[in-house]
């Protein structure tokens, strides 16, 4: 597709339940981002990926989440045992390469009840 | 990660004014760029702009690396540029960290 695309676009969990939010990057993109904006606050890094491979998972807020990306492509963001404090905006973004714009999708809206 | 700090927090314009807003960064970057996050949540990307001026329309901005800071320019403000402009810049981590933002209310 012409941009990044997320998924769903709004989710609505009970806590304790898991979610799995997807990423599907502009095509050609080798690196690819997460990140969590809070309501009224600017995006927070949570990882990101060269190709298939992790580079770095430092943002990550404890191990109840994960990331993977395992044919360098599609990526999906899985959140173990929801919180309600892990209601936020999810927002994925790519990039060509390492001197090039990040694009990011319209994210996915997660709230847990 | 680089530490991004803008300026101001928050602006009040009358359509057809012109504005500044800054971004001061803490390191040399490899990446700077500025995006406006629009009502309806979308983040829209402005300018990649590491270093030097770029125009778009009645946008503009530039970087002087060498102090570390960066400056986008709305010039003729209209209502459709309310929202919330963000600055983000990775150094050599390529960990792109975000200023606070700027929020921008023009009112016609």
């Known amino acids: 597709g012409a941009g990044v695309s997320q998924s769903p676009r709004y989710k609505v969990t009970k806590r304790g339940q898991d979610v799995a939010l997807r990423c599907d990057p502009i095509s050609g993109h080798v690196s690819l981002y997460w990140y969590r904006q809070a309501l009224g606050q600017g995006p927070e890094f949570l990882t990101y990926?060269?190709?298939?491979?992790?580079?770095?998972k430092s943002g990550l807020p404890n191990d109840r989440f994960s990331a993977e990306r395992p044919e360098g492509s599609i990526s999906t963001l899985t959140i173990q045992r929801t919180e309600q404090r892990d209601s936020a905006m999810y927002r994925c973004?790519?990039?060509?390469?390492?001197?090039?714009?990040?694009?990011f999708g319209n994210g996915t809206r997660l709230t847990v009840t | 990660g680089i530490q991004v700090e803008q300026s101001p927090p928050d602006l009040i314009l009358q359509e057809g004014a012109n504005s500044t807003l800054r971004c001061n960064f803490s390191?040399?970057?490899?990446?700077l760029q500025w995006f406006h996050q629009n009502p309806w949540g979308q983040l829209i990307n402005l300018f990649y702009i590491p270093s030097g001026t770029k125009q778009n329309g009645r946008l503009s901005a530039t970087t002087v690396a060498t102090e570390r800071y960066s400056l986008l320019y709305i010039s003729s403000s209209q209502t459709t540029d309310s929202g919330v402009y963000f600055c983000?810049?990775?150094?050599?981590?390529?960990?792109?960290?975000f200023g606070a933002g700027t929020t921008v209310t023009v009112r016609a």
């Open positions: 973004a790519t990039m060509a390469g390492m001197n090039s714009p990040l694009h």
């Open positions: 390191d040399s970057v490899n990446n």
């Open positions: 983000a810049a990775f150094s050599n981590d390529y960990k792109l960290s």
């Open positions: 990926f060269n190709y298939e491979a992790q580079q770095d």
